[in-house]
């Protein structure tokens, strides 16, 4: 095994060991991290007088190369090799020879790790944020698509009051809103640069932190060495932000999935995102949205095993900190990947309008409308919802339908405060329309708001 | 069954279904929020035209009344009642008659809900704000009596190099300062008003929610009414935030129950913080830490309840939702007591100077200075780590335990590069003062913390 | 404060530490357990000599009526007392004054909370087997009502196949019954009695453990003192099996609350398990099984949290497994509810046997039998089901609706396998009839499962 | 992509839906009980007279060939494939041309792949009993090698009374004892076969599912096709099984971890199961345990997974239940790989045996010995209790720290009970003999206890 210490052992590792210990089998991931933190590192050493121009030079050229094979996939991973750390500086020796033996001068695995981390967390965080705005973005383009359109609101999964399909679109754009605002606060946290803390310590090599910061984009340089190494929680922190997303797409695909099952039919799913059966040839069944749906308790999982990874650890470093890794990649990959398909299902959906106007046609929607127009008549709320239910309970007691077809004498029996003008109400593009709070589903609001995203987004 | 529905219904409600819905049981936490709703609710239908002078101030008056009666104690939910909302109906229709019947216009307990839950989190956000400088203050405190107490720090639960205690308290306020501001930043997206919302569409009547926002103290008013019904992310992000303060305390408590052990004998936890046996009698165990360290997980467990209760609702509003309250009562309450015990706890630390002394007599936690002295007098890094490695090891071997035992000569054998002044450093103090970086535990720098913490926390 | 050491304590305990050390205000629950315990443990001081006869009959007839006041809800829990162990011990003292003294001889809170854990779980896993045992006679009921429905069976949520609705009631039967085996199979390793091991090392006196098992009715004794102090792993197992059948009661629920919407109209729950909204006088919401289905993620919650509490945590006792309460409490308490009240959901369901005719009336139900048709006559399945598919993609793009109208000619354009006698499967009787295999849903086969059902659970 | 449907379909689907949807990178376990449920799946076909006897042959012959070349390495899962199912009968086409279009036939991938995963679910947990033994074996080798070294035993990780070391090895022999009844149990629940129950409402051909069953080694056959299709439960259940398994090992490791420190120098693990660090030369650390104690939340991550999963879903068969497999493998991978690497840690584990002397010098931990010597003379147990605890508060203040540097006389200050034979107590080996009860470290016990293991894993 190659690895980065072993003068004082008198043994080799147990085979079993070098296994389980080592994680090059997913940290890899770090490699271009690794890479651009040891020529910061480099760079750093030579500012502190450690190293000289000439092995500067030439370490930072090999490391830029090392970059290069690794973008072109052509990067040998030593497969004895322990971790990544341990994989470039094996890497670095093959190209410059016993000058690589200088380049863990003033750091230790267990800031660099952490700073590797730290890297790959701010390019997650930010193209999560593309992400997010990616799928905003097909919200709002098919809210304007089908901007007059009205659908049944939910509540309890039963139909609640009419809303425009934009307005529900929309709110599925302010969540995703919150989160972007999570990332983008976590990220104040993720971005600090651990170096100079070495292994718990700090070290006696006058590097000049500060300038490794600028030369890696950091926005600050940690405080507290011993903190430095044994802090998790920019991990856990972006693990809660992807939950909550993760979430928010899991309640997006069961309401796509419920509104485009044969008994709602309110919308349709592109068959490109969709899959069929084994045994069932007419299945066309939405196999994406399920599995983003069942995503979610993934990154759950993985929040989980974080947080309890680090209950009780003493400080600082313990090897246990080293399973934040799978938990952290597959996480941030996995809502990725689910931000983009989702995006490309919302951007093809297809609204059945049709659909939506027999769903609406049932009068219990304008239950509420009713209640507040009695109440504009005088009569108290509480006394109104009393009403408009019994009202309700006789015409299901008596299989009637519709309002409508109720005489205003036969209204009356059941409050005073009916008048002629209770008809108009039985139309729902008046019930959109009368709402006149700041937030509600009125088509003018409705359609600043779609504005004012569509702005925000471009 | 007090409700504030039925008027549809035919028959009355199972009676284990009563009791299973109800909330009034652990909600009841809510009554003051609620009740500064209601008033902020009246003055705004007031505005809107909905209420007179005259029933407005019946109305304002009588629910300051119940403020009142409810501060000292002697508000009576009425146990009939399903919810705390039902509760501060019935009682204020006790007090005012049938006028109560207008105070749910244009309200719905869905908007009602998450304004009463938006309070209480604003409020526990800041009182938790207020616990963790406590502690911080505590850490500052202890710090400063022991400013020039060195101990081993470790890494793995083994010794690893000195540093001072103060540097190892500063990293737990480092700590603590992050959860202040991850705090914050929940308060950002906690601070918004969902009234004007009401069920999920908005209502017709023409509230303005900007002047209700005003009256509560909101930031921001809530953009979209299907999602300000639906969502429960900030109580998610309150318990993320908490399940990180929860572990951070975790790791204190673990720290110093090992550390208070009869074989560190490092530090002494105040015996009034601690509780015996009821079979032994010689015991004196640190209970509370043991308490604070167990209550992490259960902190952990209301963050995975929420975010389960979450994955694959429809939108929007549904009944599961309920289930959010007890998981963040707890939790604040839990964290909030917890902060309070460790800064108590901490505040009365004795620090142990003699034993600290015998624990850091280990040559070998200077492993890493002569290292680094090697690296200084030419010697590649990873050349002088398995030159110091394999001294070591023969120190081992031939059980000698002081490198001060061996002759300059004896030295030499294993590395040219060492020279006299290699003897200077077998001095914990010289090891502290000879780490030159930004985060390290040189104690110019730890000193210039601590003043710049008791500044910024004064 | 009341508490059961102190001897060799300087100072009294911080209030707030005695605030948040004390349990009784959870731990009362155990009270029963507590007194059933301690009249064991004197019958079995007197055998082993270590009580009087006279001392051990006054014991015993002053716990005996502790259990009754208990029983009467009079017994007086002292608020002082930190647990339930002390108030049990105090209250005895107020009996018979200092002879109380000698109760605790030979054994500890340790082995004895863990006593009244293992009676608790005994008693709690008994009932919740019979609330098991409950719903599965309900939903036999419920099968044998409409044992003569089919229904469309889902996959996806996507229509699949016709089945028994008493088929698809069955299936609820088998995951009910494998959650009373999984408690069954709990139980053995509940049924353990833990007295005898004191503190962590057994005792000096000469306690008959296996008669005191005999007593309280254990099937074995602990064989190791040590762990019988520091496990609970039957509370994580207790948890694990209400963790997978709250799961069940979610899954149930969902599909109630998704048969009973208004689009899919398959079902109606009696409306004693509904209620209503505060501003939208026409609903009726299915809050009973919302609140079911939300009750699953928090028993999630405390199965993580017990497992979170016991990682890591060195042997043998340590105060964090007090926190194995509440989560046991709750979650016991909350899943035998959930299960009362999905019994009586399901006895009082309606099935709307037409609405089901309705939803059959789709041929594409009947696809896979087509397809299972031109196997037997000869056509590989493969083939076979890219044939069906083909057809209904064709029906699908030309609109029409029914296979029906398509001429045998038509048919053979698609296969040449097609025959006359296909037209006879475009029957949903026959298809369920046509069903082979053992766990199919051929009528045949689910009136047997029927009614050795009804004799299993009469 | 290769797939086995796409009839109905008009389009191909997404290329980031293929990617995402597919399992074939992680379900290539399946593959050789795939293959095996293939065989037997092709054999009950034959006596169902669905395959003739030479088709039987060749697609059996076939199937043999495919788990030659599995076992060899030289199986070729097609990249294109979407999941091991498709890349089986893919790789069976290429050997038996369109006869393979046959072997569909009566079964589904819905009850395939619960097949396959019932399959490695048993290999599995049999694998998991016999790792549990193993570790087991290495308790006992240790507790025999060190069978008459006492040690101190922990509460609250405070000295509290002595043990024998065997003694607290029997401890984890018993908790592993329980992890081997809970696979066993859980495996009863596992063997069943799914086969005949298609894709969730049988097959209407008549394939004799007892017949798979005998030729597959399954104990039962499932009951309910829906259910059948729907359950996750089995791993659920091993999910739990392992967690629990998992935190046992989590407990032993921190044992090790602390009892190995230089503070506590009880023990020494193996350098071999050791790492070191990169900058620190003179570190040896116990990382394979850190990693095993910091697995256990992994295993409970994959758990909350599984069950936040099935949370809410419908019957039957949701694509969201592939998100299973990640969660089992990756478990039984970890859980098994920390068993072995336990047994081979703890089979070469060193005792201090000077240490432990050391350690025990301490008198109070005969604290408890002394209370029940009292109880003994006359003295009650509440009292006696009190009697010590004053007496070592006294020898503490006055920093005295031999009881047996106290005369009779003074003792008799304390309590008059104190007789001359007080001072025979002062003996560590007499407190473990003086033990009476069945679980206690009394030397006879313990050696009895060992006797029995050795012969149960023999």
């Known amino acids: 095994m190659k690895k980065l210490w072993g003068g004082i052992f008198q043994k080799d590792p147990d085979?079993?060991?070098?296994?389980?210990?080592?994680?090059?089998?997913?940290?890899?991931?770090?490699?271009?991290?690794?890479?651009?933190?040891?020529?910061?590192?480099?760079?750093?050493?030579?500012?502190?007088?450690?190293?000289?121009?000439?092995?500067?030079?030439?370490?930072?050229?090999?490391?830029?190369?090392?970059?290069?094979?690794?973008?072109?996939?052509?990067?040998q991973f030593h497969p004895e090799c322990e971790d990544v750390h341990t994989a470039v500086e094996y890497a670095l020796g093959k190209k410059?020879?016993?000058?690589?033996?200088?380049l863990h001068t003033g750091?230790?695995?267990?800031?660099?790790?952490?700073?590797?981390?730290?890297?790959?967390?701010?390019?997650?965080?930010?193209?999560?944020?593309?992400?997010?705005c990616g799928l905003q973005r097909s919200l709002i383009a098919v809210a304007q698509r089908y901007n007059d359109v009205i659908i049944p609101g939910y509540t309890h999964l039963r139909k609640a009051q009419p809303v425009l399909f934009a307005h529900y679109c929309l709110a599925y754009c302010e969540m995703l809103e919150r989160d972007k605002a999570r990332?983008?606060?976590?990220?104040?946290?993720?971005?600090?640069?651990?170096?100079?803390?070495?292994?718990?310590?700090?070290?006696?090599?006058?590097?000049d932190s500060a300038y490794t910061a600028r030369l890696l984009g950091f926005a600050r340089v940690s405080a507290n060495s011993i903190d430095a190494v044994s802090d998790?929680?920019?991990?856990?922190?972006?693990?809660?932000?992807?939950?909550?997303?993760?979430?928010?797409?899991?309640?997006?695909?069961?309401?796509?999935?419920?509104?485009?099952?044969?008994?709602?039919?309110?919308?349709?799913?592109?068959?490109?995102?969709c899959t069929g059966s084994s045994i069932m040839p007419h299945k066309i069944n939405p196999?994406?949205?399920?599995?983003?749906?069942?995503?979610?308790?993934?990154?759950?999982?993985?929040?989980?095993?974080?947080?309890?990874?680090?209950k009780g650890l003493p400080l600082s470093y313990n090897r246990d900190l080293q399973n934040d890794k799978k938990a952290l990649f597959y996480s941030c990959e996995c809502v990725q990947t689910s931000l983009a398909l989702c995006a490309k299902i919302v951007a093809t959906l297809t609204v059945n309008k049709k659909r939506a106007g027999e769903m609406l046609a049932d009068e219990r929607l304008l239950a509420t409308d009713i209640a507040e127009y009695l109440t504009k008549k005088g009569c108290p709320f509480r006394e109104a919802h009393r009403?408009?239910?019994?009202?309700?309970?006789?015409?299901?007691?008596?299989?009637?339908?519709?309002?409508?077809?109720?005489?205003?004498?036969?209204?009356?029996?059941?409050?005073?405060?009916?008048?002629?003008?209770?008809?108009?109400?039985?139309?729902?593009?008046?019930?959109?329309?009368c709402k006149e709070t700041a937030s509600s589903t009125n088509p003018v609001r409705v359609k600043r708001a779609l504005t004012r995203w569509k702005k925000a987004l471009s």
């Open 387 to 433: 009403v408009v239910g019994a009202l309700f309970r006789e015409l299901r007691t008596k299989r009637r339908t519709s309002l409508g077809s109720l005489s205003l004498k036969e209204l009356r029996k059941f409050s005073r405060y009916f008048e002629r003008d209770v008809f108009t109400l039985l139309d729902v593009k008046r019930s959109v329309s």
């Open 183 to 207: 990332l983008n606060d976590a990220l104040k946290r993720i971005d600090v640069l651990p170096m100079g803390s070495a292994a718990l310590a700090g070290t006696s090599f006058a590097l």
């Open 96 to 102: 410059v020879g016993t000058l690589a033996q200088k």
């Open 287 to 310: 196999d994406t949205l399920e599995l983003v749906r069942g995503s979610a308790p993934e990154v759950f999982g993985s929040l989980i095993t974080v947080l309890a990874l680090m």
């Open 15 to 75: 085979v079993l060991t070098q296994e389980f210990t080592a994680s090059l089998g997913f940290d890899r991931r770090l490699a271009p991290y690794d890479i651009a933190g040891s020529i910061a590192h480099v760079k750093t050493l030579y500012k502190a007088g450690i190293l000289k121009r000439d092995e500067r030079n030439r370490l930072v050229s090999a490391l830029e190369r090392l970059t290069v094979s690794l973008r072109r996939g052509t990067f």
């Open 232 to 273: 998790r929680d920019f991990i856990i922190e972006l693990l809660s932000a992807l939950s909550i997303t993760a979430m928010h797409l899991s309640r997006l695909s069961e309401d796509l999935i419920l509104y485009s099952s044969e008994e709602f039919s309110l919308v349709s799913i592109d068959e490109r995102f």
């Open 107 to 132: 750091r230790s695995r267990n800031d660099q790790v952490v700073l590797d981390m730290r890297l790959y967390s701010k390019d997650a965080a930010c193209a999560l944020i593309g992400g997010v």
